[in-house]
């Protein structure tokens, strides 16, 4: 282990400064503390995700005060909600119920987005350094103190803060170093792999709306994005689609499109631009995410399947909501632990449902006899379309509109329908209960022990050469 060059000191240090570092640091520095935001990428820079942001994300984008610089990208507002089940097929179509007086998704490529929130970060006082990989954490007296890390001029430093916030996504290096990336309490690996791509759009009668297709067990998206794009993700099931990237993607993904003749018309004479990204072996889960002197925000502590596109927003939400629960107490060790215990408790119970909700989207399966009769509902009743939306713009939570009374009416609809089968709906009676019983013990799934703090760490003082 070689020491560092350099030993300086601040309040808060925070590793990653995408949607879960930046709205951690805009908290933080609005609130007055010296900050230190450290990332191995050099912005702008893409990372490996879709984008869609559901009104809820965009009201988060608000409260972080970085709206207006991300509807500068020139991202159309997307004030219209669209799903639908082929075979029977049914359209599920409405407006959004505002969140925080936003009532419109947006779709914003990383590249700009997260550039977005990293300036808006320094402008709250935030200091960023990137190209800046931290591989290390100080320790002292069992508490994380700071971290050590490389930068851009390839030169080993050291900072010092009284609280180290890990916002360094699934691998991260964080997580690794306090004991806790390779042992999440719940995880459920997704039943679906990502392959997504962007399309110069043709379509401006189509540039309002977000559409979700679900024929068989594919699931496919259409989504306007910024600079006139379209982006269209695929998740084909795992059984039946690549688990590595070959030289065949492109092909493998025009095939997927052409299963789903609503897409294949969306992107009729549109050309597809760029290469075809895939996001393989997914997992779901929770990670312990606060302890003596450390927190893991975004995907570091807690990650959901795409499938529901809640990760920006969450990260960005949690973030932002750890920076503000701390701000006040830096330089009182117990409370400040007590409040990080309470940020990941309220992170947990507030995501739990629609992290049980996700991984039922993820399963990789046709839609349930159940989830076509929900359909069959929402194209009937346009206050069960906007009660589906809602849940994904976290208005409801899923057992709220998929509540027992609802399913039993729902199924009792179903089961005078002809079309339906009643041996299936019997049957998906049966899984609903065991499905049901499943995430309630999993709702009481109690947090593990935090591992105990490598028995050697990093005490030598070094005399600080900056504040
Ligand atoms: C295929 C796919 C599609 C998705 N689609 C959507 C979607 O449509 N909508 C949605 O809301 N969510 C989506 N998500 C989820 C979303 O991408 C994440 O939830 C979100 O990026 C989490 O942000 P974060 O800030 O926690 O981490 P990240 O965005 O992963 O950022 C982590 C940062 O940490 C830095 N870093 C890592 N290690 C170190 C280190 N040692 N030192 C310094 N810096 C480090 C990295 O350079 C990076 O900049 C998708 C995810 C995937 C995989």
Not at 203 to 217: G, N, Q, S
Not at 414 to 429: D, E, F, Y
């Amino acid at each position: 282990m070689s020491e560092p060059e350099s030993v300086e000191y601040a309040d808060v240090v925070v590793v990653g400064t995408r949607c879960a570092g930046s709205a951690a640091l805009i908290a933080l520095a609005k609130a007055g503390r010296h900050v230190i935001g450290l990332d191995s990428s050099r912005f702008p820079s893409d990372a490996l995700s879709t984008h869609l942001l559901w009104p809820a994300g965009v009201a988060e984008l608000q409260t972080l005060g970085a709206l207006e610089r991300v509807r500068a990208l020139g991202a159309p507002p997307l004030p219209i909600a669209m799903a639908v089940a082929v075979g029977p097929q049914y359209t599920v179509r409405a407006p959004y119920t505002p969140y925080e007086g936003i009532d419109y998704a947006m779709c914003v490529r990383r590249t700009g987005l997260d550039a977005s929130l990293v300036a808006t970060a320094r402008e709250a006082g935030a200091e960023i350094r990137e190209r800046s990989r931290v591989s290390e954490l100080v320790w002292e007296d069992g508490r994380v103190a700071g971290v050590r890390y490389t930068d851009s001029d390839n030169v080993f430093r050291e900072i010092r803060a009284p609280l180290t916030i890990g916002a360094d996504g699934r691998s991260s290096t964080v997580a690794s170093l306090v004991g806790v990336r390779d042992t999440p309490y719940l995880h459920a690996p997704s039943g679906r792999n990502c392959f997504y791509g962007y399309w110069r759009d043709n379509k401006p009668e189509w540039r309002e709306t977000a559409v979700m297709w679900r024929v068989d067990d594919l699931l496919g998206t259409a989504f306007p994005c910024d600079d006139g794009l379209v982006l269209c993700l695929l998740q084909p099931p795992v059984g039946k689609s690549p688990n590595r990237v070959t030289g065949g993607v492109e092909e493998f993904y025009r095939g997927m499109i052409e299963q789903i003749p609503g897409l294949n018309e969306r992107l009729s004479g549109c050309e597809l631009e760029g290469k075809v990204r895939s996001g393989l072996n997914i997992a779901s889960y929770f990670r312990r995410s606060a302890g003596p002197g450390w927190a893991l925000a975004g995907d570091a502590g807690h990650f959901k399947d795409p499938v529901t596109a809640q990760g920006i927003r969450d990260a960005m939400r949690y973030g932002r909501l750890l920076g503000e629960a701390t701000a006040s107490l830096l330089d009182h060790t117990v409370a400040l632990d007590a409040q990080l215990d309470a940020w990941e408790q309220r992170r947990r119970r507030e995501c739990m449902d629609i992290f049980q909700w996700t991984n039922r989207q993820a399963r990789g399966e046709p839609l349930t006899p159940l989830e076509l009769e929900l359909y069959r509902a929402a194209d009937d009743n346009p206050d069960i379309a906007v009660g589906l939306i809602e849940v994904y713009s976290r208005l409801r939570t899923p057992n709220e509109v998929a509540s027992p009374a609802r399913l039993a009416k729902v199924l009792a609809k179903g089961v005078t329908n002809p079309a339906s089968s009643r041996v299936a709906l019997a049957k998906q009676i049966g899984r609903e209960i065991r499905d049901g019983a499943a995430e309630w013990s999993e709702r009481r799934v109690s947090l593990p022990d935090l591992p105990a703090p490598p028995s050697q760490y990093a005490t030598k003082s070094v005399t600080p050469v900056h504040r």
